[in-house]
């Protein structure tokens, strides 16, 4: 026998309120890993997603959306810009290099990005298999799209018209061919399809089965090509002040990936903040009801307690008793609201994943989760202090004189 | 070894026991007899060192093993953990073949597994005698051992305890107000009320 061994036995003794106590503690731990996971995972992923983006050139309108749309692919375009508005602002002396994006069709959900080598080369990508794009219709399979969609190289597919729930009619007449598969980065461009600019702009002209794409691409108006945005590198810090200020002051807008992404956690932050203030709200009521589940046993326990000390124990070891009796309520419920937590963070992850939006994944730990064990654990002692104090101030011999 | 010397105890002003000279060689055993409230269990507690006395001294050989009135074995474990638990609290090393050996010897081999729940009244009284010897005790107290027995169960009461204290080589002292355990015992100390 020792200290624990007492003290789980009493807690199997009272299977329902062990049970309960548990469940409470282990739900507003739960609570708090979900939203730590998630947020934390979703921050990494759009400090990811947007490193050595400095700024984004898009159609005139919601900055936010232009940012969501053309740095994490989540949100729909704000509108096309005009090829020529683009080339100028990339010949820019603020501008270190600009990356074209030309969106607007998906496959199976995975948006089709028509760009230039530079883009899988910004994200570091490597090709696990096949090549890049060398010629329109040409297309590169990020690897979540590619193990989503099981195409592999060489074959040969249809776009759709727009992006996730707006999907419209496959573009049959003229289907893209797989020239290659990437590697995982761990950013965006594992959900994307990549394709050549010119790519989709040959979609989206009526082309007939057996038109060569070269000569329908010379025979589009320049006022045709349209591009979605520009992903900017600043050429100086200085730039960072003026560039912006010129953009939106022509024809196009300007939105900064670190500012957007910024605000859209303290949008998110109001939340988030509720939700994690309702998990610690759990919490507490868990040591308050560890507190009276513990402060009842006292009273159910007094003789038990008069015997042990009757048998030799001392005033410490049956407050040792109870402060470990409430110490593995806790270290349980934590426990417990840990795997809790992850396995609903991947639930959520999961469904996140099947809609293509930010991956998050119950399967990756944060050290803050220590703290978590910390507060649990700290909850469970000091819910336990005070009965474990009066217990060990109780007087054996009315105990046992009451008979 | 037992010795009381101008004892007196005292629950606020009011006096429950008065021993001016009380004296028990080891292996003895003694009734204390006396009528509810005559200071019976205050006695044995002040001899288990449970109390202090307001005056006097009390000098007893330890360990001290206990049987309480009530019995009070902890529900939530199993008997031989009862046992356990005594030798536990008390700072003795665990021996598990000492309580097999203890409840062979009050004829409990067989429920050490069950809970107190699970025994009858008999059973747990034999466990809590055996719960009172497992630290080979230099004193054996017990308190009113044969309250609500009938005269075959109240004979093996009395039995099993002073065969158990004279396998320790212990001191008995047996409270009660049980007029039927005064022939078994040649040494009485008798309490007013």
């Known amino acids: 026998m020792n200290l624990p061994q007492i003290s789980f036995a009493y807690l199997r003794a009272k299977p329902l309120a062990t049970a309960l106590n548990l469940l409470l503690l282990a739900l507003g731990i739960a609570t708090i890993a979900v939203l730590m996971l998630a947020t934390r995972q979703l921050e990494e992923r759009m400090t990811r997603d947007a490193r050595g983006i400095d700024l984004v050139a898009g159609a005139k309108g919601s900055p936010m959306q232009l940012v969501l749309s053309a740095v994490f692919h989540l949100d729909a375009p704000t509108g096309n810009i005009a090829l020529a508005d683009a080339r100028e602002l990339a010949k820019n002396r603020a501008v270190k290099r600009a990356i074209p ?57 249809a776009a759709a018209h727009g992006v996730g729930a707006s999907m419209g009619d496959d573009h049959d007449a003229l289907p893209y061919r797989v020239t290659g598969i990437l590697a995982p980065t761990g950013s965006v461009i594992d959900r994307v399809v990549l394709t050549s600019v010119e790519s989709v702009w040959l979609v989206h002209e009526h082309v007939e089965p057996g038109d060569e794409p070269a ?188 008979g | 070894m037992l010795s009381l010397k101008g004892v007196r105890h005292r629950y606020g002003a009011q006096e429950v026991l008065r021993i001016e000279r009380f004296e028990a060689a080891q292996g003895e055993k003694w009734l204390v007899l006396g009528p509810s409230g005559s200071g019976k269990s205050t006695l044995l507690h002040l001899i288990a060192g449970l109390l202090e006395p307001s005056e006097g001294t009390v000098e007893a050989a330890r360990p001290v093993g206990i049987v309480p009135q009530k019995l009070h074995l902890i529900s939530s474990l199993t008997v031989a953990q009862n046992l356990l638990l005594a030798q536990y609290l008390a700072g003795v090393k665990q021996d598990p073949a000492r309580a097999a050996q203890v409840l062979a010897s009050v004829g409990l081999a067989e429920r050490a597994a069950a809970r107190p729940r699970e025994l009858s009244h008999g059973q747990a009284q034999r466990a809590a005698v ?64």
């Open chain 1, 101 to 157: 994006l030309a969106l607007g069709d998906s496959y199976r959900g995975f948006r089709i990005v028509g760009t230039n080598h530079d883009y899988p080369a910004h994200y570091g990508a490597r090709l696990a298999d096949g090549s890049l794009w060398a010629k329109p219709m040409d297309a590169v399979f990020g690897s979540e799209a590619a193990r989503a969609t099981r195409l592999k190289v060489g074959d040969q597919f």
């Open chain 2, 130 to 193: 055996a719960r009172a010897v497992m630290n080979r005790p230099r004193l054996l107290v017990a308190d009113e051992p044969t309250s609500n027995l009938d005269d075959a169960h109240c004979a093996a009461a009395l039995d099993l305890l002073e065969t158990q204290a004279a396998e320790c080589g212990a001191t008995l002292v047996v409270a009660t107000h049980d007029a039927r355990a005064r022939p078994r015992f040649e040494k009485r100390l008798e309490l007013g009320a």
């Open chain 1, 215 to 402: 000569k329908v691409l010379a025979a589009m108006h320049e006022e045709q090509k349209e591009l979605t945005a520009l992903l900017i590198q600043y050429a100086s810090p200085l730039a960072a002040a003026l560039l912006p200020r010129q953009v939106n002051a022509g024809p196009l807008q300007a939105a900064s990936p670190a500012y957007e992404s910024a605000r859209l956690f303290r949008m998110l932050g109001v939340g988030i903040e509720v939700l994690r203030a309702f998990g610690f709200v759990l919490v507490l009521t868990a040591g308050l009801s560890v507190f009276i589940a513990l402060t009842n046993a006292l009273e159910e326990r007094r003789y038990d307690l008069a015997v042990m000390r009757m048998l030799g124990a001392s005033r410490g070891k049956l407050m040792a008793l109870l402060v470990v009796e409430g110490l593995a309520l806790a270290a349980a419920g934590a426990v417990l609201g840990l795997v809790l937590g992850h396995l609903l963070t991947e639930v959520l992850g999961a469904a996140l994943r099947a809609q293509q939006q930010v991956p998050v994944t119950g399967w990756a730990w944060a050290v803050e989760e220590l703290w978590l064990v910390a507060l649990a654990l700290a909850v469970g002692v000091v819910a336990a202090l005070l009965p474990a104090w009066r217990a060990s101030r109780a007087e054996v011999a009315p105990v046992l004189a009451e």
